[in-house]
């Protein structure tokens, strides 16, 4: 199959270029933190050659409870993103949870992401594709492959051809996720890049109560299953300390594991693409 190339800044997804690597934290939980993060990966990228996309919300829209951390908002969001690839020359994506955001969002990031709770909000989705950026798609947890071909014609009818395509896990019950790699060549078959996210395949929405809990240690299982199943990125929430991060703690990976991981997907991929 066929796959076009969807260019994020200098990066190329798809069309038999290399594994891309997508990470960053969940949420910005301050100017400092998203820095600090952001140049250890950026040094990180650099050291390895990892075709690399910084990410990171400026707000978290869709926390299980109303007490729950979101971000520093819509505007100083996108201030410490812009500082980020000021500072660091990476290509940043963070999500967008309203039209209404989609003005903003466009002039600072270089990817902007559909949430997977939203991926069938109709003006949403149109207002992501006049934008003219890359757009990544995350299927939602509670569609199949084939239900995400909707959703493209939906951003196709804006003109906008830069789409790449998230598999994220899907609803198994309650309170838990699978993730079927099957999915990820059926969605191969639209001729889009396709991404696996790693940290939020492992998640157990609402498994905690007022939030979501998980198990990051398998994280690095389902990466290694996913690149081995043909993928074209693959996406980490990463974070310096997990145990004190405000968001997701329970699925994301410790910054000092990702460079260990990184080598082994890559690895892998050359190893599908002979």
């Given at each position: 199959m066929k796959v076009r190339t969807v260019k994020v800044g200098k990066v190329s997804i798809g069309g038999g270029h290399p594994l891309v690597l997508i990470a960053g934290s969940c949420v910005i939980e301050s100017r400092k933190q998203c820095l600090e993060l952001a140049g250890r990966l950026a040094r990180l990228a650099a050291a390895e050659r990892i075709p690399f996309i910084f990410k990171a919300s400026f707000d978290k829209a869709n926390r299980s409870s109303h007490a729950s951390f979101r971000g520093p908002g819509l505007v100083r969001g996108l201030d410490i993103l812009a500082e980020v690839k000021a500072r660091y020359g990476l290509p940043v994506l963070t999500d967008v949870h309203h039209e209404t955001e989609v003005p903003l969002a466009e002039r600072v990031a270089d990817m902007l992401q559909c949430p997977a709770f939203l991926c069938r909000q109709t003006d949403l989705i149109l207002a992501l594709g006049h934008s003219g950026k890359p757009v990544n798609i995350k299927k939602g947890q509670f569609l199949a492959p084939g239900d995400v071909r909707n959703i493209l014609a939906k951003l196709e009818s804006t003109g906008n051809r830069q789409i790449v395509i998230t598999e994220r896990g899907v609803s198994f019950g309650y309170n838990n996720?699978?993730?079927?790699?099957?999915?990820?060549?059926?969605?191969?078959?639209?001729?889009?890049?396709?991404?696996?996210?790693?940290?939020?395949?492992?998640?157990?929405?609402?498994?905690?109560?007022?939030?979501?809990?998980?198990?990051?240690?398998?994280?690095?299982?389902?990466?290694?299953?996913?690149?081995?199943?043909?993928?074209?990125?693959?996406?980490?929430e990463t974070h310096l300390n997990p145990a004190e991060a405000l968001s997701d703690k329970d699925t994301q990976l410790p910054l000092a594991q990702v460079k260990k991981l990184w080598r082994l997907l890559s690895r892998i991929d050359r190893l599908v693409r002979k």
């Open positions: 996720l699978v993730a079927d790699m099957r999915s990820l060549p059926l969605l191969r078959e639209f001729g889009y890049p396709v991404v696996f996210d790693a940290t939020h395949s492992v998640q157990l929405p609402g498994g905690a109560g007022d939030r979501s809990g998980g198990d990051a240690r398998l994280a690095a299982t389902l990466a290694r299953a996913a690149v081995a199943a043909g993928c074209d990125a693959i996406f980490i």
